[in-house]
C-alpha cells in the first residue's frame, strides 16, 4: 500500500532539473505510473498506461511516468512515448520505495496537499480504475475506460525495490 512522501522528496525529469513533490504540486494533483522496464510486467501495461495519460492529459493533473531507470533506459523503454510526457527517472528507486510501493506496475495519485489518495499495485483493472474514477470525479474529468478485451489479464507484478 503507497504512502505518503516527504514534501522534499526528489522527482528528476529525464529532460529537465528535479525538483521536490511540493514543487510538482503547486498547481495540479499528480497521477504517477510506476514501471520496470527491466521486466516483462512493465511492458504488458504500457498500452494501458498511455490511455490512461491520454485521458488526463487536458485534466486539472499532470501525468507522468514513473520509470525505475536512468534516463537512456527510461528513452529506451518507453520509445516514443517519452517524448509525448512527463518522464521521472529512478533508477536507485529511492521514489519508488519513498512512496512505499511493493509491486510494479503501480498507478499512484498524489493530492495537491502531497498526500497519496488512491494507489493501486500490480495490474487489476478494478483496483486502476478505481484510481483513475476516484481522479476523474475530483478533477471533474471522465476517466479511461480500463479492462478492454485487449489489455491483459490482471497480474500481481514484480517486486518493487527487486
Keep these: 500500500m ?26 495540479f494533483h499528480l497521477l504517477l505510473i510506476g514501471l520496470d522496464p527491466y521486466t516483462s510486467e512493465s511492458s504488458w501495461v504500457l498500452p494501458v498506461a498511455e490511455r490512461t495519460m491520454r485521458s488526463f492529459e487536458q485534466a486539472d493533473v499532470r501525468v507522468a511516468w514513473l520509470v525505475t531507470a ?11 512515448l517519452s517524448r509525448n510526457g512527463l518522464v521521472f527517472q529512478d533508477p536507485e528507486r529511492e521514489v519508488v520505495k519513498a512512496l512505499g510501493l511493493q509491486r510494479l ?9 502531497g498526500t497519496v489518495r488512491n494507489s493501486a499495485e500490480g495490474w487489476h483493472p478494478a483496483t486502476w480504475r478505481r484510481v483513475t474514477d476516484h481522479l476523474a470525479k475530483v478533477t471533474r474529468w471522465t476517466g479511461p475506460t480500463l479492462g ?3 489489455d491483459p489479464g490482471p497480474f500481481e507484478g514484480s517486486p518493487a525495490l527487486a
Design 70 to 80: 536512468d534516463a537512456r533506459d527510461c528513452e529506451r523503454f518507453l520509445g516514443p
Design 148 to 150: 478492454m478485451p485487449k
Design 2 to 27: 503507497a504512502s505518503d512522501p516527504s514534501p522534499d522528496l526528489l522527482l528528476t525529469p529525464i529532460n529537465g532539473e528535479g525538483r521536490t513533490v511540493s514543487q510538482w504540486l503547486t498547481t
Design 105 to 113: 506496475p503501480a498507478i499512484v495519485h498524489l493530492a495537491m496537499d
